[in-house]
């Protein structure tokens, strides 16, 4: 992984999303690196008393205007650090760290994509949506339960379909629109994406994990999920270096939180 | 500031800490690990090690409590792998070192001693019990299987310090390294935070009870190189240790929080007048 850039990144404006929060900030020589799926980690000031940065899902970048480049942090104020951060003020400087983590793979050819997200993470697959249609791709846009969709207009203004199913209903409707795609792109906490590659079956699944609280430099170990290697060895990766975006197949869902017993010579690589 | 640590010279007095370098060259971006005195390496165990169940790290006020679990590649992979990487950034490298008995201690240091690049031992003396069950037996064990010219550091926590930090002295430890984690359960409303339950408490919420120990210790022991560690998030806090009778200083939990920290720290402890006006 490419280490991210730090810089003090200053507020240029602040929109609500429902209950979400926007904060687009300059983003000089950064922005134009940022790809949909990647993430940013922002510390909450210290005074605040949280030492741990947050996981902050990129919405859009804009690699020109006056300030050299700018990027959309979309956050969740259920969280109090999120809420910390989704109060700054225009002008407000916040320590950020991004681009973070792998982004999602386009497609060399139009196809046809479920696009199934849960909360703020549904900012990056509404990124990649932008990308997507610009290719001439189709997709159907899945605002998973239980979390507040994020962007429902932007999700019908960019995809042919756009379904809201209550937790009863998701795993039916996405393994029957999973059946009829060629891929599925999923983000959201690991209990949601679990869901989704139950659901996906066969169908190739990108999934971005979204872990919450993070060091921003890979340093910490906290984020480790067990991953089956291309070699049919099981390692711990760090979620943030070797993530966010995985290939769904390959992540042990049901053990996600879990060390199984063959990954013990596996420290994080 | 150059210092010498129990006969190594530094380049400065801000060390990093155990275990918040990562493997080492992830933090390079952001400080150079050459900038630092010396980067403390994350405890070496004999054999691999996962880690332990998630969550490993939450927050409390003014703190972290962390629950890793040691995770590694164990001291041979370590050896021949990182150990180079680290030495190949410039750093001086001390390797923190943990064993679940007294002769798995001894089996690491002996590893290490065939290694080149070590140039002192860190012994991490933290258990999950709270403490290790005879740190005097350990750090004799290390120390005799440590080259003469490579410094012994006992790490110790804060409780029976001064019983703890003589026992280590006597058994052949060259310095002490002060405070570590704290032992410490935090918990949801329904249940633990921590996978493992219990973890060690970092970061400002431990500041006073570690300068005490810095403090307590340096009267103890007015000869010993002390490393003071516990919630440095700035040069003034830097400076606090220093006062409290530390030779060098250990930055850990800041870099969690800002993995830059460490040139900042650094500047702001270069920039500070004789007096610290905020000093507790």
């Known amino acids: 992984m490419t280490p991210g850039a730090q810089w003090r990144a200053k507020v240029l404006a602040r929109r609500r999303s429902g209950r979400y929060t926007v904060l687009t900030v300059t983003a000089p020589g950064v922005a134009d690196r940022c790809r949909p799926g990647q993430f940013a980690s922002v510390a ?31 956050l969740d104020p259920a969280e109090p650090g999120a809420a910390r951060l989704a109060d700054s003020d225009k002008g407000a400087l916040l320590d950020v760290i991004a681009p973070l983590g792998r982004p999602f793979s386009l497609p060399r050819e139009p196809l046809a994509a479920v696009l199934a997200g849960s909360g703020s993470a549904a900012a990056a697959l509404l ?77 190739p699944h990108q999934a971005a994990l979204q872990t919450g609280l993070v060091c921003g430099a890979a340093t910490c170990t906290a984020c480790v999920i067990p991953v089956r290697g291309r070699d049919g060895v099981s390692r711990m990766v760090r979620a943030c270096a070797d993530g966010a975006v995985f290939n769904a197949d390959l992540v042990r869902w049901d053990e996600l939180g879990t060390i199984p017993p063959e990954c013990h010579d596996g420290a994080p690589a | 500031m150059t210092v010498d640590l129990a006969g190594i010279p530094l380049s400065h007095e801000v060390l990093v800490a155990s275990g918040c370098a990562g493997t080492g060259p992830d933090l390079q971006p952001y400080t150079p690990l050459a900038d630092f005195g010396a980067v403390v390496t994350r405890s070496i165990t004999l054999a691999p090690r996962p880690g332990g169940p998630l969550p490993r790290l939450v927050e409390s006020p003014s703190g972290l409590v962390n629950a890793l679990g040691l995770p590694g590649p ?38 290490l001693r065939q290694a080149d690049g070590v140039a002192a031992v860190e012994v991490n003396l933290s258990h999950p019990s709270g403490a290790a069950p005879d740190p005097a037996a350990v750090v004799h064990q290390v120390r005799r299987n440590t080259a003469a ?30 405070v570590n984690a704290i032992p410490a359960v935090p918990m949801t409303t329904t249940g633990p935070a921590l996978g493992a339950v219990v973890g060690g ?21 007015p000869d010993v190189p002390i490393v003071g560690s516990g919630g440095i998030l700035t040069g003034p806090d830097a400076a606090r240790f220093l006062a409290a009778g530390a030779t060098a200083v250990a930055v850990g939990t800041a870099l969690l929080h800002d993995p830059s920290a460490g040139r900042r720290i650094m500047t702001e402890l270069a920039d500070l007048s004789a007096t610290d006006p905020g000093a507790p």
């Open chain 2, 149 to 178: 010219g490579v410094p012994v550091l006992a790490k110790l926590g804060p409780e029976a310090l001064l019983a703890t930090a003589r026992a280590c002295l006597g058994a052949g430890a060259d310095g002490l390294s002060l």
């Open chain 1, 127 to 203: 990124w990649l949506a932008a990308a997507l249609g610009a290719q001439g791709s189709r997709f159907t846009f899945v605002h998973l339960p239980p979390a507040e969709p994020y962007g429902p207009l932007d999700a019908r203004r960019l995809a042919a379909d756009v379904w809201a199913p209550a937790a009863a209903e998701a795993d039916t409707l996405l393994a029957g629109l999973a059946a009829a795609a060629d891929v599925v792109y999923s983000a959201g906490p690991g209990t949601v994406l679990a869901g989704v590659a139950a659901a996906a079956g066969a169908t």
């Open chain 2, 74 to 111: 164990g001291v041979e992979e370590f050896a021949l792998r990182e150990l180079p990487d680290l030495c190949a950034t410039g750093a001086t490298v001390i390797v923190s070192v943990w064993g679940e008995t007294p002769a798995e201690y001894a089996k690491v240091a002996q590893r």
């Open chain 1, 44 to 74: 909450v000031a210290p005074d605040s008393g949280l030492l741990l940065r947050r996981q902050v899902w990129l919405g859009a970048s804009s690699a020109s205007g006056r300030d050299g480049g700018a990027l959309e942090l979309v």
């Open chain 2, 201 to 221: 408490l970092s970061g400002p919420a431990i500041t006073p009870i570690a300068l005490r120990a810095v403090w307590q210790a340096r009267q103890a022991f």
